[in-house]
Each structure stands twice: as structure tokens, then as C-alpha cells.
């Protein structure tokens, strides 16, 4: 299967990276590079291994760390990762995110 990432969880890995850069360190945003990494090599490999969202079944919600999830379909022919998201965020703006994308 492919693996396609929209341009929200571009803007959304990147905007994670920012957030860890300026609380943390370079060694800390490399290790979550990486844990990115090996997580799209897992899904890759078994797309339904993370649990359906509660709110949208269409929706499957992987973790990265405690404090970082994202969300994906699967398609027939490709899996799309929508979006990660901070769980230190309100989770009404992330229903209202994910509920309107298509």
C-alpha cells in the first residue's frame, strides 16, 4: 500500500518539530523524526493495527509519544495520514479539524 501524507499533517509533523525544538532540544526532535519514521513503517506494513477513532470510525488514531497522535484512513489502494496532533490541545478543535476533512 502507499502511504500519502495531506498537506495538513505536513503542516502538522512540522509544526510538532517547531514545538519540541523550542521546549526541548535537536536530540529530542531527532528522536521523534525517527519514531515517526518507524510508526508510517509500521502502518505500512499492518494498517489496522492502531484502534478506530471514537468519533469517526473512518479515522484510525496512532501514537508517536503520549503527548503526540495522528490520524489516518485506510483506502483500498493507499493510506492517508491526516494529521498529527498535540494531545496537550484542546480536543474540540481536533474533532472539528478531522470531522471536516474529507
Known amino acids: 500500500m502507499t502511504l500519502i501524507w495531506t498537506l ?10 517547531e514545538f519540541i525544538l523550542e521546549l526541548w532540544n535537536i536530540k529530542i526532535a531527532q528522536d521523534f523524526i525517527l519514531e515517526v519514521e518507524r510508526t508510517m513503517n509500521i502502518i505500512e506494513n499492518n ?3 492502531f484502534e478506530k477513532w471514537e468519533f469517526n470510525p473512518d479515522f484510525r488514531k496512532g501514537y508517536i509519544h503520549e503527548n503526540v497522535s495522528f490520524f489516518y484512513k485506510v483506502k483500498p489502494t493507499e493510506i492517508v495520514v491526516y494529521l498529527f496532533w498535540n494531545n496537550l490541545q484542546n480536543p474540540k478543535k481536533l474533532k472539528k479539524i478531522l470531522l471536516n476533512s474529507k
Not at 9 to 16: G, V
Request: contains cysteine; glycine residues 0%.
Open 47 to 49: 494498517p489496522i493495527c
Open 8 to 17: 495538513l499533517a505536513k503542516k502538522s509533523y512540522n509544526k510538532n518539530i
